[in-house]
């Protein structure tokens, strides 16, 4: 006897389930976009900024269940979009919340979370115990699954659980091509402020920088131009011989989705002739990882990775401990790391590497994101570190 016919009202039709590719179903209520995605299920603990979070090329193949339960609270807007091309998709598959996303309160909300969802095809689950999976990834790893929403709340559970499970996986995948550009582009946008938004540069730019796109964040972008920088950007394929042909005075190395070790099959080599030739090289995230690649190290999958704006990471080269942004599923194995490689920075989470520097080539890179976006900006230092490398490697 149906309790709820009984009383005389009637069960919520659940909407939307998350289908793990070991069996468990978790029912809760679509949001966003309709329909059905596989991929890899990771958690972030970040508070605030998940419109940027979730338009971070790097979470390709990935949907994210968030910690924080209030998710939506400041709607969307145009302007909080790591994605360069605002047309492309790239960014996470679907989204996790434990709360149904409000209506917005913010001056700068310029449409409601579940509308914006929809219109980046985003596939959104909220009602869901995202305590409980978020325990579940941290004992058991980043599961495969599919996420699905039907408004008439019908799903065939064995289908999409054997979908899951048959799904390739991120590991031993290289999904850089899905998110880089294939083109040359050039970029002159700089940090928001309030009042007057995104900026431009102007005036003579002191160095001229070559970022090679892996799946680049904006913010990454904006800080070089921020710094005086001119920037050209050049795709993930692009030979040496094209990058020196712009005569840069840094490279700089973009993070991006996906199985370093796949992406390194055709980064390495070019990474390798730009170093032999001492060009300053500064890398975050897959950079880092490419970095660490090109030098003979070698990286590993991690089973839960780091996804937040709360990580603690020393920098050793200061002593100092910052509080970073972090979005990595992979990391560099230390032991691994070749004598002209020194570790600089390191996790205060779990003792993970989160950087190294060459002792024979001005080069650094590290594996959290001093651009933030979102989070804290206690590593936006690492730009002027940059910088000055480039000015001294100039001069001498
Ligand atoms: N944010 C990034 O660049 C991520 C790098 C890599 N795809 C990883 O998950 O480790």
Same mark, same amino acid.
């Given at each position: 006897m149906d309790q709820g016919k009984e009383q005389g009202w009637t069960k919520p039709v659940k909407t939307g389930v998350l289908v793990l590719a070991s069996g468990e179903v978790l029912e809760g209520f679509g949001v966003g976009a309709e329909g059905e995605a596989v991929g890899e299920v990771c958690f972030? /603990? %970040? &508070?605030? #900024?998940?419109q940027e979070i979730l338009t971070d090329p790097s979470y390709a193949g990935q949907i994210i269940t968030f /910690?924080? +339960?209030?998710i939506g609270n400041v709607g969307a807007n145009d302007e909080d979009v790591e994605t360069v091309d605002f047309s *492309? $998709?790239?960014g996470a598959l679907g989204a996790i919340f434990g709360l149904k996303p409000t209506e917005p309160s913010s001056h700068r909300a310029q449409t409601p979370l579940a509308d914006w969802l929809s219109s980046r095809g985003i596939i959104g689950l909220y009602g869901i115990d /995202? *305590? %409980?999976l978020t325990a579940f990834i941290r004992d058991r790893g980043m599961p495969n699954a599919v996420i699905a929403h039907a408004p008439d709340g019908r799903f065939d559970l064995e289908r999409l659980r054997a979908k899951a499970a048959a799904w390739h996986g991120i590991d031993g995948t290289d999904l850089v091509p899905s998110v880089g550009a294939k083109e040359r582009f050039d970029w002159k946008e700089t940090s928001w402020k309030l009042g007057s938004g995104y900026g431009v540069r102007d005036g003579e730019p002191k160095l001229r920088v070559v970022a090679i796109d892996y799946g680049v964040k904006r913010n990454i972008l904006r800080l070089l131009a921020e710094a005086g920088c001119e920037v050209i950007v050049a795709p993930a394929t692009a030979p040496a011989s094209e990058i020196l042909a712009y005569h840069p005075d840094g490279v700089f190395l $973009?993070? #991006?989705p996906g199985d370093p070790a796949e992406t390194g099959k055709y980064a390495? +080599?070019?990474i390798k002739a730009l170093l032999e030739k001492k060009v300053p090289t500064f890398g975050i995230c897959l950079g880092h990882q &490419? &970095? %660490?690649?090109a030098v003979g190290a070698k990286t590993r999958k991690m089973p839960q990775g780091h996804h937040g704006a709360n990580h603690p990471v020393k920098d050793f080269t200061t002593g100092k401990v910052e509080i970073v942004s972090m979005n990595h599923g992979f990391a560099v194995d230390r032991d691994t790391l070749p004598a002209n490689a020194t570790e600089t920075h390191r996790s205060l989470f779990d003792g993970s590497n989160c950087g190294i520097a060459l002792t024979? *080539? +001005?080069a650094f890179s590290v594996q959290h994101h001093p651009e933030a976006s979102p989070g804290p900006q206690d590593s936006h230092y690492l730009f002027q570190r940059f910088v000055e490398m480039m000015e001294k490697s100039k001069v001498a």
């Open positions: 972030n /603990t %970040a &508070m605030t #900024g998940y /910690t924080f +339960p209030h *492309r $998709s790239a /995202t *305590r %409980a $973009s993070n #991006g390495v +080599p070019v &490419m &970095m %660490a690649l024979d *080539r +001005p």
